[in-house]
């Protein structure tokens, strides 16, 4: 998404950041537009959010990122605007605006790995007493364990999805049913807590000494199942095949995972795996390559791999 030159100005001058001097580029994100700029004060990022979202929920957001960086936890906070809001409108489009963090990216390393686990099991610690819940929102929380069967015929359309990629999509929904049918009782009552939603390596950032610095991105805030978290921070590491070996740190340093949650983890992986290649199937996220995720997550390499104890 380009952004008008004057509308960035205008930006600036409404968060009192400095006169614009230049775009310096865009940085990642899957779905929201994020700008690098820099001004007469230093380098800050404004966030162009592409869904319309509720208020509500980025007001929440921040009561949650305010309470972590109460316990010293890295949260990323936005700045106030001239009114006191953490938020403008531009066209429809919420904006936020927060400093840019000079910080090192993930770089696949077992340091990193450990210290992202690290960080979650902090923030899942600190954040098991909030009562409040966040305002509902679907998001990959809710539509990950979706219902195969009865939605594909409905979705097939919409998303044009031909009949060989409904035939893997029963496939691989077949293989993860089969799997969670050995189980020899499926848990119930995991442990809760506020769930970050997006765990992705792209969404913290760290020091050199691998230790995490900054935690980005709560758009996908929820309450839910502590292992989910873990489940989606370790798909996007397997996505790659030297991903494989971060899975023992990141577990390590989450500080282990409970016989109950162990035996959920290859199964919610593989959901995440089937919900992606079905609804994004693109890059690395394209049905083959989940399939083959699919099938070494849930076969007994796979499954000794993710629930080995540290």
């Known amino acids: 998404m380009d952004y008008p030159f004057h509308d960035l100005q205008s930006i600036c001058r409404e968060y009192d950041i400095g006169d614009f001097i230049s775009a310096e580029g865009k940085l990642g994100g899957y779905v929201n537009t994020n700008i690098k700029i820099r ?16 208020p509500e ?27 006191g809001s953490y938020f403008s409108t531009y066209n429809d489009y919420f904006i936020e605006v927060t400093p840019f963090i000079d ?3 993930f770089q696949w390393l077992p340091k990193q790995a450990y210290f992202s686990g690290s960080m979650l099991r902090n923030m899942h610690q600190t954040l098991l007493t909030t009562h409040k819940d966040p305002p509902t929102r679907e998001s990959i929380y809710h539509f990950y364990n979706w219902h195969v069967l009865d939605d594909a015929p409905k ?25 969670i049918q ?35 991105d709560f758009d996908s805030i929820q309450r839910g199942e502590c292992v989910f978290d873990v489940a989606y921070a370790l798909y996007f590491f397997l996505l790659k095949d030297k991903g494989k070996f971060l899975v023992k740190p990141f577990i390590q340093g989450y500080g282990g995972l409970s016989e109950q949650e162990q035996s ?38 796979g499954v000794k791999v993710l629930q080995e104890r540290g």
């Open 182 to 216: 050995h189980l020899e009782s499926f848990p119930e009552n995991l442990p809760t807590t506020i769930l970050h939603g997006d765990w992705n390596p792209g969404n913290q950032l760290y020091q050199a000494s691998g230790e995490v610095c900054c935690i980005l």
């Open 264 to 301: 959920v983890l290859p199964s919610m992986i593989a959901k995440l795996g089937l919900f992606f290649g079905s609804f994004i199937n693109k890059g690395d996220l394209a049905f083959t390559k989940q399939q083959k995720l699919v099938e070494w997550v849930l076969s007994p390499e």
């Open 39 to 54: 001004t007469k004060k230093g380098f800050f990022v404004i966030r162009i959010y592409r869904e319309k979202f509720d």
């Open 155 to 179: 979705l097939q359309l919409l998303y044009n999805w031909t009949p060989q990629h409904m035939a893997q999509i029963y496939h691989i929904n077949n293989l993860i049913q089969k799997h």
């Open 103 to 105: 910080a090192h990216h």
């Open 57 to 83: 929920r980025i007001h929440y957001a921040h009561e949650i990122v305010s309470i972590l960086r109460s316990f010293n936890l890295p949260a990323l906070l936005p700045l106030k605007n001239k009114l």
